[in-house]
């Protein structure tokens, strides 16, 4: 916590506005838009709300395909089948774990024009947006950035949250700030705002009385909700700073070991290392993953293998994936994947205790043999 979370939540309260729109939303979708350098922002209710309606105002329907990378949570897949639209994955590259520009070159030549292209920054880092708007471009197709793990990175000089056509924040719980819970929408293009902003508060239109014409959502942002947001917007940049240094001291620790590889920082950006990613190669170790996992639980500490790609989801069986390779990556990397506890309030010694775990499992499974 900042310390001013509170100060903006009792101005909430003196105000009486105990609502989802007041002057709290409006002051917290003003300062994401200075912080990241876009002209248009809705705080909405979560980072999904953002998904569903960016495809709401791009006119996906029925009968419509949209590409999706294949390498993510599965929010940024789910809102593709809200629409009725068929998701088409795309693979990841192992120089940033997101998406391929090549397979998505590969998907463009041979499935039918796709009404928008989902991109996800993963686990804190941007996509490579130069390479995936070249292909976008060519073709006209909108690109959503899925930047709800990545607040505070950048790409290029960009601010992640503001690189592509239609963009997505998250403030949930888990994320590097926080909201309680809370998304927000972002975009250069003021009337697809609106259109959003619209839809989130049941597509009411402009009368005396309450006159409706479209289906509509009540996906608003609490008053209360903004002001924890405000509060937690003035040390984001303490948060990226602390998150980079744990993965630092995870990577110092570790990646000397043959076996253990953490998840590339690409060089045309900065992550906020949102969580810390490591590989697991059972092979080289004689443990996997799950060993450390369950060592970890055994201590009360919670690791997680990383996202389980949408593709081997059964939720998306029989969706169609495109990669560049005859094993995808998404899979290589689901295989062997581990996310080490990364929250701002781990301390030294909690992270030595972590790094001291593993160890032991190393050490362990060299008696054995």
């Known amino acids: 916590m900042s310390g001013e979370e509170k100060i903006f939540f009792q101005e909430a309260f003196d105000s009486n506005w105990i609502a989802p729109l007041g002057p709290q939303v409006d002051a917290f979708e003003k300062e994401v838009a200075d912080y990241v350098g876009i002209e248009h922002t809705l705080a909405l209710s979560s980072g999904t709300a953002a998904l569903h309606l960016a495809l709401e105002v791009l006119g996906v329907s029925s009968g419509d395909i949209v590409f999706c990378s294949d390498l993510t949570f599965v929010a940024s897949a789910n809102v593709i089948r809200y629409q009725g639209a068929t998701p088409v994955f795309i693979d990841c590259n192992m120089v940033s774990w997101t998406m391929c520009p090549k397979a998505l070159q590969k998907a463009m030549d041979q499935e039918q024009k796709p009404k928008a292209v989902i991109v996800t920054d993963l686990y804190g880092q941007s996509a490579d947006y130069e390479a995936i708007y070249k292909i976008c471009n060519a073709f006209k197709i909108p690109v ?37 819970g809370g998304g927000m929408m972002l ?61 630092e001291t995870y990577k110092n620790a570790l990646s000397n070991i043959d076996g253990i590889d953490f998840m590339p920082e690409a060089d045309y950006g900065m992550s906020n290392q949102w969580l810390t990613v490591c590989t697991v190669d059972p092979k080289k170790l004689g443990i996997d993953r799950n060993k450390i996992i ?76």
């Not at 201590?299 to 949408?310: Q, T």
């Open 294 to 369: 369950h060592a970890m639980e055994k201590e009360n500490i919670e690791c997680r293998p990383i996202w389980k790609p949408m593709h081997l989801q059964p939720l998306f069986s029989g969706e169609k994936l495109y990669a560049i390779v005859e094993t995808p990556n998404s899979d290589k990397l689901f295989r062997n994947g581990l996310c080490l506890p990364s929250g701002t309030n781990l301390s030294e010694e909690d992270q030595k205790k972590i790094i001291n775990i593993i160890f032991t499992q190393l050490d362990s499974n060299e008696k054995n043999d």
């Open 144 to 180: 959503i950035s899925d930047a709800a793990e990545a607040f505070g990175a950048d790409y290029k000089g960009k601010k992640c949250g503001g690189i592509g056509d239609i963009n997505i924040l998250s403030f949930n719980g888990n994320k590097i700030i926080t909201t309680s």
């Open 187 to 247: 975009s250069h293009n003021e009337e697809w705002i609106q259109k959003a902003r619209k839809l989130a508060t049941q597509s009411r239109e402009n009368a005396v009385h309450y006159e409706h014409k479209m289906v509509g959502y009540n996906y608003r942002l609490s008053n209360l909700l903004a002001a924890v947001g405000r509060g937690q917007l003035k040390v984001l940049d303490d948060r990226v700073e602390k998150r980079r240094i744990i993965f």
